[in-house]
Structures are given as C-alpha cells and as structure tokens.
C-alpha cells in the first residue's frame, strides 16, 4: 500500500509554468523573466507530466470535488460554488480510509467543508506547512493519503490562514505605491498596514474605483506582474519548503505524488465592464481551465510529456490504480491515465473527451455570510445556481455551448411561470427579465404558443445569439474563429458529435445511449421529445 501525495495550487496557469511547451501568454504580457519555476519543472521531471490537462472549470471547489469523486459536475452536483456533493457519491477519502489509510485534507478550499467535498475525509487540518508534518509524523503506522491545498498563487492573497509567502505583500504594497504616484491619487498607505492584507484589499479597491473604472489604466496591467511574481515565490517559497520537508519524511519514501491546480485564471472582458480583467470565475475558456499536472510514482516514466487531452476527473480512478485499491466502474466517469502514462498499446491517440462547466450564482449577500449561514444551518443556504456555459474537448477540437441540457421535467412542471424561468435559465444562461417574463406568460395562456413552441423559439434565439461555438485549439488557441458561424455546413457534423457526448455527461447517461432527440446542432433544431 503506497502513500499518496496531492499537492493543489489555486489558479496556476499550465503555461506559466518555465518549461510549459507553449508561453505565449507569458511573453505577451511581459513575465518570462518573472515566472519561473525550477522547483516544479524539478519536480514534474521526476515523472510524466501531462501538458493538455484540464480542470472541470474555473472555479477551484466543483474541481475539486471532481478530483475526488471522478465524476463530472452533473453527475457529483457541485455545479457551481454553492451546491452540495450528491449523497450517492464515493468519495477517494471514502475509499481511501477502507482500505485502511489515514486520510489527511491540508488547509481546504473555503467552503469545502459546507459543500461536503471532505465526507469521509479523517482529518481536515488547518494550520502551517511546519505543523502539518508534525501532525504527519503522530501516526506513522498506516499508509496515508494526503491532498494539500496552497492558495499562494492567488492573487490578492487574502483567503488562506496560512502567513503569506516572504515578500508577498511587499510586492503588493509597492504596486499600489507605484499607481497612486503615476496617477497622482491620494491614498493612505501605512506601513503598518503591510501585515493587513483586508486593509490592502480596500487600498485596491479604491484604485479600482479611480482608475479602472474611469479607463485611466488597463486592470491587467496591475494584476499580471503580481500574478507572475506570486507564481515565482510560490515556487520558491512555499512548494520548495514543502517539498523539502517531504522528502526528509518516511512517508515519501515510494510515494505517489501528484501536482495540478484545481482552477486557473484568464484575461477576460465581463459583460458591461470597460477593459479586460485577468480573473478566475471565467466561463471555461483555454487560459482559465487548462491547468499543470504531473504524475511521480513507481513504474511511470521520468521526464516524459504527453499531449493528449485529460482532466482532473481521471485523477481519482488513476490515485486509485496507482495504490491497488479497487473503486469499481459503475459510478466513475474518469478512466485511470496510469496506462497513457506507460505508453501501452491503444491508449496514445485514444479520444478522451474533457468536460467542463462554469456556475452563475446569486446569493443574499456575499459568498463569506453564504458560508457563515450554511455553516449554522448544517446545509448551504439559499442561493440560485445556473450553469451558464458547458465545453467539451476532444483532440484539437473544442465544442461550447451556452446554459444547461433542457430536461423532460423541465417541460413537465405545473406552473408557467417556472417553466419559463427554468428555459431562460437552461437555454440561454440567464434568468428572464419581468417584461420578458410577463411576455411569454401572455402568450402561453393566450394559446399563442405552447411550451414546445415556446422552446423552439428559444433555442431558436440562442442559435442567433451565437450559444454554440466550435474551435480548432491547434489552429485557433485563443478561441477567436467560431467555425459554425464562419461554415456551419462544413462543421455541423463535428460539433453534432461532440454535443452527443456533452449532453451524455450533462444528463448523466450510460455510454452508447441514444441523445439524437436532445440534440439541437442539426439542419433544422430537434426539440426534446413529449414524453418517454
């Protein structure tokens, strides 16, 4: 029985790594002699590293729920970061603690607790890299299966209890010093305020107010060469104390040892703002979904790298495999990369479809009283949830389609009213305005249409509104050129397959089942049946 060894950042970009393949974005925004990381390129050298990897969205918790379950958000429930794991799950900690390990959680997610991403889990550990290991060394007879979290990259740092890497907030400090001088802003920066990190937040914010907003200065600008420089003392502080510490254990010794980021971050234009911002929370576009990871154990080859598409989904079947425990396939919806990893006949080449998912929320106050109330309640809080966006990555292409698979029962509910609510909120990703609402109400009781009718014309509106989009990642990483609009009869036929497969996960379907009647990229749109 092996020891296991996850080690998770928050919002590392794969090509900020210094030995990714592709640092396009890096020297674009002028960090190449900033970001760089020898201790993870070390550590990702000492086994197979996978350079198409992708989490399941931009968010970190349903990731990370997809981490230890291997089932894609639809089926494990945590679609956005406000919904629970599904009851029927089994999760690794689960798993893990049956096969006798002693499973260790290392300073989680916030809100993983609530969302029950731990069940199972025997120790939730809050506290410094230094205290783990002693925690680590008490109990030094079973094997262990240890899943870390570090939120260092993140950028501001201001949600971990650890202390933040040495010279973080000098760094942060300085940044602020330097745009109130070249834009002549007063504001209040104390020394003292340098072990504040919510006092800096606010100094942030009042930039925001003045500068950004105003189109005096371009917000990436500002975030980009922290980013960088977060990623560089990450290396070199934090991970590189870690794994240090690691190593001088008995535990490491024939462990297995896997990096990856449970989320990344993009440079993106949300609806109504005046530039770009570099954030998480993004739908799931290539920057903020594509993350680093490396697999280190056993019987897998060093220094090797491999291009096809996988996701963290695959982690849990693979952890698994790597330790000789049994997980059993009727829930699992990852495949082990254990066999990629040695190069076996018939898995290089072989299509691994990676799906991913971006939640909309709408909460009563923010996500920290969410949290506050969930954890008085003992269940999350009221909020609304919508997918707002599902992807799918096969080989070089990439489908995307906007909102949520329509479902039988979604035509089947008593009041009208939901019914609309529930089609704006699956169809087009957002809830209807009172006129549009008051609209379509009128209509369905004037029999002017019925809610078939009414579907189609909706469906019909997300085609116009360009909801589904095709992109050839080799030709087009950037996901600039949507290939259904430019040649929709050329392109059908792929984006058709490829939505079989997503509205397969979507509705948590056994392979080879039937989705032609849910299927809407055809000549002319097929809407769901009525019944069966």
């Not at 462990?255 to 911002?277: E, N, T």
């Not at 096809?308 to 982690?315: A, H, I, R, S, W």
């Amino acid at each position: 029985m092996r020891n296991v060894f996850v080690l998770l950042a928050d919002g590392l970009r794969a090509d900020c790594l210094s030995s990714s393949a592709e640092r396009t974005f890096v020297s674009r925004y002028r960090g190449e002699e900033i970001a760089r990381t020898p201790n993870l390129d070390r550590l990702l050298d000492r086994g197979t590293r996978f350079d198409a990897a992708y989490a399941s969205g931009s968010e970190p918790l349903p990731s990370f729920a997809t981490l230890v379950t291997g089932c894609h958000p639809p089926r494990h429930g945590v679609r956005c970061p406000c919904h629970p794991l599904e009851p029927d799950v089994v999760t690794l900690w689960e798993a893990f603690a049956a096969a006798g390990y002693r499973t260790i959680l290392a300073n989680p997610p916030e809100g993983a607790d609530v969302l029950g991403i731990a069940r199972g889990c025997e120790s939730v550990f809050h506290g410094s890299d230094r205290e783990f290991f002693e925690f680590l060394a008490s109990d030094p007879g079973r094997p262990v299966l240890v899943m870390a979290y570090f939120s260092d990259v993140d950028i501001p740092y201001l949600h971990s209890e650890e202390p933040p890497s040495p010279g973080y907030l000098d760094d942060y400090l300085a940044e602020i010093h330097a745009f109130s001088r070249r834009y002549a802003i007063e504001i209040d920066v104390r020394p003292e305020a340098e072990g504040e990190p919510e006092r800096l937040a606010a100094l942030w914010r009042i930039l925001d107010a003045n500068l950004f907003s105003r189109g005096l200065a371009h917000p990436v600008e500002s975030q980009l060469p922290l980013y960088f420089k977060g990623i560089a003392k990450f290396d070199s502080g934090r991970l590189a104390g870690f794994l240090k510490a690691l190593e001088g254990t008995p535990a490491s010794l024939d462990a297995v040892l896997a990096f990856s980021s449970l989320s990344a971050k993009a440079v993106f234009r949300p609806a109504g703002a005046p530039g770009d911002l570099f954030l998480g929370g993004t739908p799931p576009v290539e920057g903020a979904t594509r993350v680093p990871l490396g697999l280190v154990a056993p019987g897998l080859p060093p220094l090797a790298r491999l291009g096809t598409p996988v996701g963290l989904v695959d982690l849990a079947p693979t952890l698994a495999e790597l330790a000789g425990i049994d997980l059993g396939s009727g829930r699992l919806q990852g495949r082990s990369l254990v066999r990629l990893a040695r190069g076996e006949s018939g898995e290089i080449g072989r299509e691994r479809p990676c799906y991913m998912e971006h939640g909309l929320v709408a909460l009563e106050g923010n996500y920290a009283s969410f949290l506050a109330r969930s954890r008085e309640s003992g269940s999350p809080a009221p909020h609304r949830c919508l997918v707002g966006t599902r992807a799918l990555v096969s080989g070089r292409m990439k489908y995307v389609e906007a909102g949520d698979q329509v479902r039988q029962e979604d035509l089947a509910v008593p009041a009208d009213e939901e019914f609309v609510r529930r089609l704006y909120g699956r169809v087009l990703a957002r809830w209807p305005a009172e006129q549009e609402m008051a609209t379509w109400l009128d209509r369905i009781r004037r029999e002017q249409t019925d809610r078939l009718g009414l579907l189609g014309l909706v469906l019909r509106q997300a085609k116009i509104e360009n909801k589904y989009r095709l992109y050839d990642l080799e030709a087009d990483p950037e996901e600039r050129v949507n290939l259904l609009a430019l040649d929709e009869e050329r392109f059908a036929p792929i984006a058709a397959r490829l939505q079989e497969a997503l509205v397969r996960i979507t509705l948590d379907l056994p392979e080879g089942a039937s989705v032609s009647e849910w299927t809407t990229i055809t000549p002319s749109a097929r809407l769901p049946p009525d019944g069966s």
